[in-house]
């Protein structure tokens, strides 16, 4: 079973378009995670999620929306993809909400826009 | 604001030698510290952790790893390296009260045979 789960795990698609990302994880996990990995492999928080209640929202375009529909979704939403969006892109998710507990990623998605 | 560096980007080892990852960190006060490794096209995926007690931490597929507070070092070991612990590794730092973690830049291991 996996525990974390992205879907797509590769999303190529051109300058200008709305493309979404999903989440899932069956872990049973309060919070989950966004993270973008650039090609420099550095791995950045884009937002968190706590019981669908949005806890970290760090220094991101607002055309990067997240969604939580229940605790074990977490959807990232990019409006106007730009060519600076290409990353691969994590989610994660842990019990609680601080940093300091253990968190579980997916596979990622690789991101490319063209 | 915390941060964390691990200065070397690549390390190629040689298979039944020894391998240690550095890393350090900026912390007022002693912060949670991770070990993650990241094999090719696959996520992150937890080594160890330490937030108190013995300094020496043992953690999974043989590694281990060192805090040292003097240093604000926590350097990964493991004594005998295969050619399956090819992959990134990434050191985490997260404050005690914080709610986030903050990761290294990543050091990519080789292992040749």
């Known amino acids: 079973d996996t525990a974390v789960s992205q879907t797509p795990k590769y999303l190529v698609t051109q300058m200008g378009n709305d493309k979404s990302i999903k989440c899932e994880q069956n872990l049973g996990h309060d919070t989950m995670y966004w993270y973008k990995q650039d090609s420099k492999k550095f791995l950045k928080i884009m937002f968190s999620y706590n019981n669908k209640e949005l806890i970290i929202n760090e220094t991101v375009p607002n055309r990067f929306s997240p969604k939580s529909p229940d605790k074990a979704h977490l959807n990232l939403h990019i409006n106007s993809l730009e060519l600076g969006d290409s990353a691969v892109y994590f989610c994660a998710s842990s019990h609680d909400r601080g940093g300091t507990d253990t968190q579980y990623f997916g596979p990622g998605t690789r991101l490319t826009v063209l | 604001a915390q941060s964390v560096t691990q200065p070397d980007i690549h390390i190629t080892v040689s298979e039944g030698a020894s391998l240690e990852l550095r890393c350090n960190y900026s912390y007022g006060a002693t912060p949670y510290l991770f070990w993650y490794v990241q094999s090719p096209g696959q996520g992150l995926q937890l080594l160890l952790k330490y937030f108190s007690g013995d300094t020496l931490v043992q953690g999974i597929k043989g590694f281990e790893a060192e805090f040292k507070r003097s240093q604000s070092s926590f350097n990964l070991r493991k004594p005998s390296v295969h050619w399956s612990d090819a992959a990134e590794y990434f050191c985490?730092?997260?404050?005690?009260?914080?709610?986030?973690?903050?990761f290294g830049a990543g050091t990519i291991l080789r292992v040749k045979s």
């Open positions: 985490a730092v997260a404050p005690e009260y914080g709610n986030k973690l903050v």
